[in-house]
């Protein structure tokens, strides 16, 4: 069974850092593309950051570019994101989610999104 | 950025009712649009992806259609599990972007 444990929310305060990180299990970690997903209390979903396979390309939301920084540690399976100068806005629970993505039968490549969310953890900035 | 306006945000059902949620891309996706249930206090869940194919384990009374900048999500036949909010998801393009939600509500 897929599953994805994320980690390492809490209470921090504007312009300090957090780090979360994103346990995988039952699958070949290493095959798959990463994602950061967030939701705000009481709004909608975020997507904000990706990471491919192998973790040589990395993708960010303008709204958090420069202050966060997604990685991977394949030989742990687990995926991070580093967040730095945390403001109020980036308060929300933060869910990492599985690409579902890879090689059809004639070897053509496929993205169709994230299939498998994390329960989430909670980030909340404030003084 | 790829915008996704969603609609409604939300709308009133009873058991039973047919229900039509629509997402529209402010540019061409092709078909590479994803359709996600999220449950208060729990993590999304997929229901349709590439627009049409359902995720399997997912009831057939959920579907989607469309292709390039107008899709649907529909509900034949709501049940009381399916009072939820729902978000629509581009993937075509990186920022990945969702649509505003749509909460179904009794």
């Known amino acids: 069974e897929v599953q994805l444990l994320e980690s390492g929310g809490g209470l921090v305060q504007p312009g300090g850092s957090l780090r979360l990180s994103c346990a995988a299990s039952?699958?070949?970690?290493?095959?798959?593309?990463m994602s950061w997903v967030r939701q705000a209390p009481g709004k909608g979903l975020e997507w904000v950051s990706a990471i491919s396979g192998r973790g040589g390309t990395t993708y960010y939301a303008d709204s958090v570019k420069g202050r966060f920084t997604i990685a991977r540690d394949n030989s742990k399976n687990t995926l991070y994101v580093e967040m730095n100068s945390l403001r109020a806005e980036d308060t929300a629970v933060y869910y990492c989610?599985?690409?579902?993505?890879?090689?059809?039968?004639?070897?053509?490549?496929?993205?169709?999104?994230?299939?498998?969310w994390g329960q989430g953890t909670t980030v909340t900035v404030s003084s | 950025d790829i915008q996704m306006t969603q609609s409604p945000s939300s709308l009133s059902a009873s058991v039973g009712d047919r229900v039509i949620i629509t997402c529209r891309a402010s540019?061409?996706?092709?078909?590479?649009l994803g359709w996600y249930q999220q449950k208060p206090g729990k993590a999304p869940k997929r229901l349709i992806y590439?627009?049409?194919s359902l995720q399997s384990g997912v009831p057939s009374r959920f579907s989607g259609s469309g292709s390039g900048t107008e899709f649907t999500l529909t509900i034949s036949g709501l049940q009381p599990e399916d009072f939820a909010t729902y978000y629509c998801l581009q993937h075509n393009t990186y920022p990945w972007t969702f649509g505003q939600g749509t909460k179904v509500e009794i």
């Open positions: 039952g699958f070949s970690f290493s095959n798959y593309g």
């Open positions: 540019q061409g996706i092709r078909n590479d």
């Open positions: 590439v627009a049409s």
């Open positions: 989610a599985k690409d579902d993505s890879g090689y059809d039968w004639n070897r053509v490549y496929y993205q169709y999104g994230m299939d498998v």
